[in-house]
């Protein structure tokens, strides 16, 4: 089994407009709601995948039932800390011209008590013991110490799952003390958190090594229509989808994890852990909104990976 973690899960509301004019009024083109949640994301595709998945972490009592009713309605075993207060919503609005750019405005979500954090640190550590992965992904909630990852991955010293992170700044750099099985920065992510220019790919193997000799096993980076990268003391691979037209691009990360966590469920190496990955992203953002990669999508764009060995 494979536990999803995600701390302080969203309601994405997406909004399309033919052309953002900031300081005007926009008339939007369409517009939807998903619940989400990178952890909540990635269970999802992995269930899609045919990998079976549990959701735990922290969620909130006025709109819990709905996160609730969407893993019910995708199959997801799911066991929450139920906290005062309201799941945030994010706001993503789609800028339909030729710039194709997306504006987020996310917000922090209600503050959690340190009763809540250790009734959920508890809850992590009993699925933890009964998993063979374990992916802590996302923002952590307002009440949490930027070390929050960390902290539980110390409460889990011992319990043999692989510990999968996908975060920034400084919960990932205080997640990998910690020396996690992955990483999956994007390329903002890996600049801000490690303080390192990546410019090319070079750059962004020199961070990939000085990451790996601290102790992570694995070190995928997602670059966005240049493809992903993913290294190891094996060596490194890069790899890229062509001719893809995006549609939305919320939760193509959390897609890439569970593609390469299902990899690694199989047992594959390397390379087959970043094709599945970028397959399984680029199966998402054909999608609108948070509407994630599917099983068929996710056959389609595995035949069309481009890779190649690397550095």
């Known amino acids: 089994m494979i536990t999803t973690v995600t701390l302080n899960p969203c309601i994405d509301y997406t909004v399309n407009v033919p052309e953002l004019a900031l300081g005007e009024l926009n008339v939007m083109s369409s517009s939807r709601l998903d619940v989400s949640g990178k952890g909540v994301n990635v269970a999802v595709v992995l269930s899609r995948l045919g990998v079976p998945a549990l959701c735990t972490g922290i969620s909130f009592s006025a709109n819990h039932a709905e996160l609730a009713a969407f893993l019910d309605g995708e199959g997801i075993a799911h066991d929450f800390v139920v906290a005062r207060g309201s799941i945030r919503m994010n706001i993503k609005i789609n800028d339909g011209s030729e ?36 992916i802590m992904s996302g923002r952590i909630p307002n009440g949490a110490g930027g070390d929050i990852y960390r902290q539980i991955m110390q409460d889990l010293r011992g319990c043999g799952c692989k510990i999968v992170i996908d975060a920034e700044r400084r919960p990932l750099i205080e997640a990998v003390k910690g020396c996690p099985f992955l990483i999956k920065p994007n390329l903002h992510e890996l600049e801000v958190s490690f303080g390192r220019p990546v410019r090319d790919i070079s750059d962004i193997l020199s961070v990939c090594g000085m990451i790996i000799s601290s ?69 998402s953002i054909v999608r609108e909104g948070t509407d994630l990669c599917r099983s068929k999508d996710f056959e389609d764009m595995l035949a069309r990976v481009e890779i190649e060995k690397i550095g």
């Open 215 to 283: 102790g992570v096993e694995v070190v995928c980076v997602s670059m966005s229509e240049r493809g992903a990268l993913i290294a190891s003391r094996e060596g490194a691979y890069h790899a890229v989808v062509s001719d893809i037209k995006p549609l939305g691009l919320q939760g193509a990360g959390d897609s890439m994890v569970a593609g390469i966590c299902k990899a690694v469920s199989e047992g594959r190496n390397l390379s087959d852990m970043l094709k599945f990955g970028i397959a399984a992203a680029s199966a």
């Open 99 to 134: 710039s194709r750019r997306m504006t987020e405005i996310n917000s922090r979500g209600d503050k959690v008590s340190p009763d809540m954090l250790n009734q959920a640190r508890e809850k992590i550590t009993r699925f933890a013991a009964k998993s063979d992965m374990l």
